[in-house]
């Protein structure tokens, strides 16, 4: 009996955060400007001006951050026997016999595939031994794509009907009059021709239109 893949997401806390920098890497930073908010300094620092401080891990928006976050990631899937997919760097991998567990990493969030709830939930255990995590259970939202698994019939459906919907209303569409052929086949768009309004388009009317066609394109070739 063939058995169905189970997929899980996982989100990483801070994920900057996990990455030490070197010892010969020294970054000098301006307080936060709350820090004072959530923080006291030490009171030989009380009240002077132009305290900056020497951050020991990586931070969000350093050169170094997703670097050293990479590696320390990549450090701790092979520690647990995964290995790097070659032609992508953020994809883990292993495989035993009929076993198998494939993560995709994107920054902080995780899409793990296994052939069972037990190997999906031991890559999250492992994961949690060195970071801080948000376990997000079955998989069924992805950059934009609903996903629905059906185990018994070992099939995943993909829809967009969310997103559709929200570009809708981003364009106040939502009274427009659905129709089968919105433009009348074989139709002529070069300019001069009857079918092609004369007006030019302001920049505003350009930039919206840009929009709609990159939303359009974004849910056709998706799904």
């Not at 969030?109 to 709830?117: A, K, L, M, Q, T």
């Not at 018994?152 to 570009?167: K, V």
Request: aromatic share 10%.
């Amino acid at each position: 009996m063939q058995r169905s893949s189970v997929i899980e997401q996982a989100d990483v806390k801070n994920v900057y955060l996990n990455a030490p920098l070197k010892p010969d890497e020294v970054i000098y930073m301006k307080l936060p400007p709350l820090y004072s908010t959530y923080r006291k300094l030490p009171p030989e620092f009380e009240g002077k001006p132009g305290i900056i401080f020497k951050p020991h891990k990586a931070l969000h928006g350093t050169k170094q951050g997703a670097h050293h976050w990479y590696d320390k990631l990549k450090w701790v899937f092979q520690k647990h026997g995964f290995v790097t997919l070659q032609a992508d760097k953020a994809v883990f991998y292993k495989f035993s016999g009929e076993d198998y567990t494939i993560v995709a990493a994107a920054t902080d969030n995780f899409r793990i595939i296994g052939d069972s709830v037990q190997s999906t939930s031991l890559v999250k255990k492992q994961l949690a031994d060195h970071f801080e995590i948000i376990d997000l259970g079955p998989i069924n939202w992805l950059l934009g794509v609903g996903l629905t698994c059906n185990h018994d019939a070992s099939t995943i459906a993909l829809g967009q009907q969310a997103y559709i919907e929200q570009i809708i209303t981003h364009f106040s569409l939502e009274d427009s009059r659905p129709a089968a052929t919105p433009m009348e086949p074989g139709i002529d768009l070069t300019p001069g021709s009857n079918t092609v309004s004369p007006n030019l388009l302001m920049p505003s009317g350009k930039t919206k239109y840009r929009e709609m066609i990159g939303c359009l394109m974004y849910a056709s070739m998706m799904t």
